[in-house]
Nanobody, 126 residues
């Protein structure tokens, strides 16, 4: 059974940093594109960043470009989301999701992804 588990969320002040982790169980990330998505209260699920199963292509939402970095460690079967210069607009539940490699890497959109973790809360506040 394919499972994803997010961790690393928390409460930080504006300008701070967090690193989220997404660990896969029951399958290898080498055969799946991985995306990070987030949802704030009253808002739709938003694509934050996606990484190709090969790790050689990435996409970012305009709102996080230059601040967030997605990466993967195949040996640990883990994808990371490094988040810097956080602000209140980044407050949300963050989810990672997987999409089989044979399907198109783009777009980085939630309805394109099939397997989801439970999410981790990120709260930015002074």
């Amino acid at each position: 059974q394919l499972q994803l588990a997010e961790s690393g969320g928390g409460f930080v002040q504006p300008g701070g940093s967090l690193r989220l982790s997404c660990v896969a169980f029951g399958f290898t990330l080498n055969f799946y594109h991985i995306g990070w998505f987030r949802q704030s209260p009253g808002k739709e699920l938003e694509g934050v960043s996606c990484i190709h199963n090969n790790g050689d292509m990435t996409d970012y939402a305009d709102s996080v470009k230059g601040r967030f970095t997605i990466s993967k460690d195949s040996a640990k079967n883990t994808v990371y989301l490094e988040m810097n210069s956080l602000n209140s607009e980044d407050t949300a539940v963050y989810y990672c999701a997987a999409r089989f490699w044979a399907l198109s890497f783009r777009p980085c959109r939630s309805d394109e992804y099939d397997y989801w973790g439970q999410g981790t809360q990120v709260t930015i506040s002074s």
